[in-house]
């Protein structure tokens, strides 16, 4: 099994390294539905000079997450959960290889509604879309 | 925990034909029964699934679909369609009894072929009406359908 650890923090955190101690108020595991594969997203400089040669340059690259928590994840307290996540001024993922955890990773979320579905409309069947790029860039 | 082994089929396979539809409303207490409930009748369970990024599919719920036909067709006399209206508009448990026994306020008809009782219990559900005709009498359909997020508190 792999899962996707979300965890959140007033304050910016110092140290990285994952903490399995932390209360299901501040960090809660997940082993979502779609892959927790680590995306790569370039941005790149591109043009064309006078002399009519196109050119790219890589500006920077930032790893992001696409993650979906579906239904049977998901009850009330998961729902307030990632709504206190998404509120919170510092917010981090940590993800499992099968065998350990990595480091924290300070991530930001889109602006806007709260990206959650419901399955067939069923208000049970609650789902959670979370697009989550690193701060930092590689 | 301990081993679970389901291994013996004598007394421990039952019978238990669908006998009865109940409704209870909880305000007014008012129970409705609906005993003789015909051949077609029938419960499913099916569950929802969503399949994760390893290819296995995951259980999301289960939709609960009853299916009721009712018998008793004197429609313009015996206050049946104005009850199930009422029942409709109104906080209500679905009751599906399958064998015999576990009533409440009547002593149900007997019943043959049957060793054992069991019922689903539904809530927040809406009844359905239709009607058809078969061979030489009309009869009433009565169908429900419920989505549970688990199975526990389903079967009584």
Same mark, same amino acid.
């Given at each position: 099994?792999?899962?996707?650890?979300?965890?959140?923090?007033?304050?910016?955190?110092?140290?990285?390294?994952?903490?399995?101690?932390?209360?299901?108020?501040?960090?809660?595991?997940? =082993?979502?539905?779609?892959?927790?594969?680590?995306?790569?997203?370039?941005?790149? =400089?591109?043009?064309?000079?006078?002399?009519?040669?196109?050119?790219?340059?890589?500006?920077?690259?930032?790893?992001?997450?696409?993650?979906?928590?579906?239904? =049977?994840?998901?009850?009330t307290s998961d729902v307030e959960f990632i709504e206190n996540f998404l509120d919170s001024p510092f917010k981090y993922i940590s993800t499992h290889n099968g065998t350990s955890w990595s480091n924290y990773i300070q991530v930001i979320s889109n602006s806007g509604r709260t990206p959650i579905d419901y399955i067939e409309g069923l208000e049970d069947l609650p789902e959670i879309t979370l697009n989550l790029r690193k701060v930092l860039s590689e | 925990m301990s081993d679970l082994i389901l291994k013996n089929i004598q007394n421990s396979i039952y019978l238990m034909p669908i006998r009865a539809i109940q409704f209870y409303e909880t305000v007014?207490?008012?129970?409705?029964?609906?005993?003789?409930?015909?051949? /077609?009748?029938?419960?499913?369970?099916?569950?929802?699934?969503?399949? &994760?990024?390893?290819?296995?599919?995951?259980?999301?719920?289960?939709?609960?679909?009853?299916?009721? &036909?009712?018998?008793? &067709?004197?429609?313009?006399?015996? /206050?049946?369609?104005?009850?199930? &209206?009422?029942?409709?508009?109104?906080?209500?448990?679905?009751?599906?009894?399958? /064998?015999? /026994?576990?009533?409440?306020?009547?002593?149900?008809?007997?019943m043959i072929n049957y060793n054992n009782k069991q019922k689903i219990v539904i809530e927040n559900t809406k009844i359905v009406m239709e009607f058809e005709s078969v061979e030489l009498r009309p009869r009433m359909i009565l169908k429900a359908t419920q989505f549970i997020k688990n199975l526990e508190n389903i079967f009584y």
């Open positions: 099994m792999s899962y996707i650890a979300l965890m959140f923090s007033a304050t910016e955190l110092f140290e990285l390294t994952y903490n399995p101690a932390l209360t299901d108020s501040e960090q809660r595991l997940y =082993d979502t539905i779609t892959p927790k594969a680590t995306l790569v997203n370039r941005t790149v =400089d591109e043009g064309v000079l006078l002399s009519g040669r196109r050119y790219s340059h890589l500006i920077h690259k930032h790893f992001e997450w696409d993650i979906t928590i579906s239904a =049977d994840e998901l009850n | 007014l207490e008012d129970w409705t029964a609906i005993e003789h409930l015909e051949s /077609g009748s029938n419960f499913r369970i099916t569950s929802i699934t969503k399949q &994760n990024s390893k290819g296995a599919n995951v259980t999301l719920g289960y939709r609960v679909e009853l299916t009721a &036909n009712v018998a008793h &067709n004197d429609y313009a006399n015996n /206050g049946l369609i104005e009850r199930l &209206n009422r029942i409709n508009s109104a906080d209500f448990q679905l009751h599906f009894k399958m /064998g015999y /026994g576990d009533d409440i306020i009547y002593t149900p008809p007997k």
